[in-house]
């Protein structure tokens, strides 16, 4: 089992930068992958960006490569999503998410969420125009 807790959402004007946290418990967070999505209202959930459980491999959504950058302090047991140039349209609940599916240490990075087990409760983030 693992836990995860988001934090760091909140209310921003176009343009401006949030960083997102997520601190998981119950497992080797060093040993899984991990990965950001969001879901806007009335909107599926879409794939933000993955990180491999090195830190080594990263992908990112074509609507945030440039502007957000996501990584992890395994000593910390914490995934971060540093968000930067916001824009109205990134306007959603975000959501870290775990993958202990594929297996520990694995060498597969998925930008699938179907592939993600355990999931946080997600974190608000308005960017205002």
């Known amino acids: 089992q693992v836990q995860l807790v988001e934090s760091g959402g909140g209310l921003v004007q176009a343009g401006g930068s949030l960083r997102l946290s997520c601190t998981a418990s119950?497992?080797?967070?060093?040993?899984?992958?991990m990965a950001w999505f969001r879901q806007a209202p009335g909107k599926e959930r879409e794939f933000v960006a993955a990180?491999?459980?090195?830190?080594?491999?990263?992908y990112y959504a074509d609507s945030v490569k440039c502007r957000f950058t996501i990584s992890r302090d395994n000593a910390e047991n914490t995934v971060y999503l540093q968000m930067n140039s916001l824009k109205p349209e990134d306007t959603a609940v975000y959501y870290c998410?775990?993958?202990?599916?594929?297996?520990?240490?694995?060498?597969?990075?998925?930008?699938?969420?179907?592939?993600?087990?355990?999931w946080g409760q997600g974190t608000q983030v308005t960017v205002s125009s």
């Open positions: 998410a775990a993958d202990l599916r594929s297996g520990v240490y694995t060498e597969a990075l998925s930008m699938r969420k179907g592939v993600y087990e355990y």
């Open positions: 990180i491999k459980w090195s830190g080594s491999i990263t």
């Open positions: 119950g497992r080797t967070f060093s040993s899984y992958n």
